[in-house]
């Protein structure tokens, strides 16, 4: 009985469609699977597509899902070690997200009214960007690489953190605050964490591995260290600044 189940429940959980080719695309399973959207995946990749906790799926070509057979297995199955759920759906409904999920990427090219170019010079002098973030082999490492944000997030979410740097910051983030008992302070992102271990990168970009044995105290916040720019930048230039980033779409 035990066996019999397990090998369904292994069915049910491995089974790839049959056919490689989306059968579900007219105008009518597009609008329902804007509404099964809407309900499941909204909260992370933002209503319109671009992005958020989840990535921009408002592009002409989704990385992880070339094909619509592996679109269908990102939205059926989830993307492991990733946040990227499994969805317990039925294969028409898998089918009829994917289509919303394409059609988000030929609808939106939308013009961006920046200048790349005054955006490339703000990031490297008066936004300061590279003290904490890659572009490239140029940069630092407090922050994600931004060597291909243009294909991972939307403007709307590029514009959004630019203004609210508290916005969007993911759900593993943290920053903590440690001392040892033997009188060291360091304050950092966390890399890693077990039971019985911390991994950090201070500010300095120095890493520390630390037994939790020997710290006196432990904070670790979900707060992050970027800056908001509403203040800093005007609003012409944060449009040049989304705008360049926008453009970054991995190695050249
Ligand atoms: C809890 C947040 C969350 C939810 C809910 C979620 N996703 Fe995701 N999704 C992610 C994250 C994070 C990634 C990026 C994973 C990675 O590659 O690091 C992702 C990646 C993807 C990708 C691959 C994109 C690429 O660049 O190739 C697709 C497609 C996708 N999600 C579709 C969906 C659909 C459709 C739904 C609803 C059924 C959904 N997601 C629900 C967080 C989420
Ligand atoms: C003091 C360090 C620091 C500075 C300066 C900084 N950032 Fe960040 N930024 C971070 C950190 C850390 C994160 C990751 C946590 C988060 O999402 O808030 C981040 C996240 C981001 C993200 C989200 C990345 C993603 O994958 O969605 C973008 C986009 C971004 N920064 C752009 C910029 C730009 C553009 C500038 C300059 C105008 C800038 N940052 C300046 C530290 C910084």
Same mark, same amino acid.
Request: aromatic share 4%; proline share 8%.
């Given at each position: 009985m035990i066996w019999w189940a397990a090998l369904l429940l292994w069915q049910q959980n491995m089974q790839l469609p049959e056919v490689s080719n989306n059968p579900h695309t007219t105008e009518a399973?597009?609008? !329902?699977?804007? =509404?099964?959207?809407?309900?499941?995946?909204?909260?992370?990749?933002? +209503?319109?597509g671009d992005g958020g906790k989840g990535a921009n799926l408002a592009v002409p070509v989704l990385p992880r899902a070339?094909?619509?057979?592996?679109?269908? !297995?990102v939205v059926r199955y989830g993307i492991p070690d990733t946040e990227m759920p499994a969805s317990l759906m039925a294969p028409r409904e898998v089918w009829q997200i994917s289509a919303y999920v394409r059609s988000l990427g030929k609808l939106r090219n939308e013009p961006i009214a920046g200048d790349a170019g005054r955006g490339a010079q703000l990031v490297r002098g008066k936004g300061g960007c590279l003290q904490c973030h890659a572009i490239g082999t140029e940069g630092g490492r407090m922050g994600p690489a931004l060597t291909d944000i243009g294909a991972r997030?939307? +403007?709307?979410?590029?514009?959004?953190?630019?203004?609210?740097? @508290?916005?969007?910051? +993911?759900?593993?983030f943290r920053l903590v605050d440690v001392r040892t008992k033997d009188g060291r302070q360091i304050t950092g992102i966390r890399l890693n964490e077990d039971t019985w271990s911390i991994q950090v990168r201070d500010f300095s970009d120095r890493f520390h591995s630390l037994s939790k044995d020997s710290l006196a105290s432990l904070r670790?916040?979900?707060? @992050?260290?970027?800056?908001?720019? =509403? !203040?800093?930048?005007?609003?012409g230039e944060i449009n040049d600044v989304v705008a360049y980033l926008a453009g970054l779409r991995g190695a050249q």
């Open positions: 399973d597009v609008e !329902q699977g804007r =509404k099964l959207y809407a309900g499941r995946c909204a909260g992370c990749h933002g +209503p319109g070339v094909s619509d057979r592996s679109l269908y !297995q997030r939307g +403007p709307g979410h590029l514009r959004n953190k630019l203004i609210d740097a @508290t916005s969007d910051v +993911p759900e593993t670790s916040e979900r707060r @992050t260290p970027m800056p908001s720019y =509403k !203040q800093r930048l005007d609003a």
